[in-house]
C-alpha cells in the first residue's frame, strides 16, 4: 500500500515569490493534516480536512497561506508571498480520523526561502 | 490549551546502555498518547500508543506507560542499538497530534 505521498522534496525560491506542495494521501483516508515543522522543533498544525471540509485551520497564516483539498483526496498548501521565516519542512498527513486514529506521516516538503 | 514536554537533547549514548526519554503532558481529559519516531532522512512515524490510563504501549523494544497520576509517558528501552538513533517526539492526540519538541538520540558503537 502507498503511503503518504509528497511534492516536491525540496524547494529553494526567493523571498516574495510564490510556492505550492502537493500531498496525496492513504487511500481512504478521510482526514487530512498539514503540519510546519521548524528546525529543532516538533510538528505544529496548520490545518485539519475531514474530507473536502477545513474543519481547523485557526493555525493558518491567512495573509499568505492558502489550502484546498478539492475532491476530499489530493490536497495543496500555497505560500503567496514567501517570506524568510517559512523557511520549514511541510509535513503532510492522513488518517481513517477518529480520536484514537494514527496519523501517518509524508516525507515532508523543505523549503528554503532566501 | 493541551500541550506536551519532553525532555531536550541530544541523549548520547553507548550501545546496549538504557534508554529514558521524559515526557509530561497538560490535557483536559485524558487523551490517547503516542510516540513517534523520524530516522534520518525518513518520515514521521508511530512507534508506540496508548489509549488509556496505565496502558503500556510497546515496539521494537521500547516501551511507555500511560501515567495518570504524573501525567506522564516516558519512553524506556533496556538495550539502544546503533539503528535507534532517531528524533523520538512524544505527542496526545485532541482534534489533531500536538507533539513536543523532539529528543535527538545518538548511539554509537
Known amino acids: 500500500e502507498a503511503g503518504v505521498v509528497q511534492s516536491p522534496r525540496y524547494k529553494i525560491i526567493e523571498k516574495k515569490q510564490p510556492v505550492a506542495f502537493w500531498c496525496n494521501p492513504i487511500?481512504?483516508?478521510?482526514?487530512l493534516y498539514w503540519y510546519l515543522q521548524n528546525l529543532g522543533q516538533g510538528p505544529e498544525l496548520l490545518i485539519r480536512?475531514?474530507?473536502?471540509?477545513?474543519?481547523?485551520d485557526s493555525q493558518l497564516p491567512k495573509d499568505r497561506f492558502s489550502a484546498e483539498r478539492l475532491k476530499g483526496v489530493d490536497s495543496t498548501l500555497k505560500i503567496q508571498p514567501a517570506e524568510l521565516g517559512d523557511s520549514a519542512v511541510y509535513l503532510c498527513?492522513?488518517?481513517?480520523?477518529?480520536?484514537?486514529?494514527?496519523?501517518?506521516f509524508g516525507e515532508g516538503s523543505r523549503l528554503t526561502v532566501l | 490549551g493541551d500541550s506536551v514536554t519532553q525532555m531536550e537533547g541530544p541523549v548520547t549514548l553507548s550501545e546496549e546502555a538504557f534508554l529514558t526519554i521524559n515526557c509530561t503532558y497538560t490535557?483536559?481529559?485524558?487523551?490517547?498518547l503516542f510516540w513517534y519516531v523520524q530516522y534520518p532522512g525518513e518520515g514521521l512515524q508511530l512507534l508506540l500508543k496508548?489509549?488509556?490510563?496505565?496502558d503500556k504501549g510497546s515496539n521494537k523494544g521500547f516501551e511507555a506507560t500511560y501515567r495518570k497520576e504524573t501525567t506522564s509517558f516516558h519512553l524506556e528501552k533496556g538495550s539502544v542499538q546503533v539503528s535507534d538513533s532517531a528524533v523520538y517526539f512524544c505527542?496526545?492526540?485532541?482534534?489533531?497530534?500536538?507533539f513536543g519538541k523532539g529528543t535527538t538520540l545518538s548511539v554509537s558503537s
Open positions: 490535557a483536559t481529559g485524558y487523551p490517547s
Open positions: 496508548a489509549t488509556k490510563a496505565d
Open positions: 505527542a496526545l492526540i485532541g482534534t489533531a497530534l500536538i
Open positions: 498527513a492522513s488518517s481513517l480520523g477518529g480520536k484514537d486514529g494514527e496519523l501517518f
Open positions: 480536512y475531514e474530507n473536502e471540509e477545513a474543519v481547523d
Open positions: 487511500s481512504g483516508h478521510n482526514t
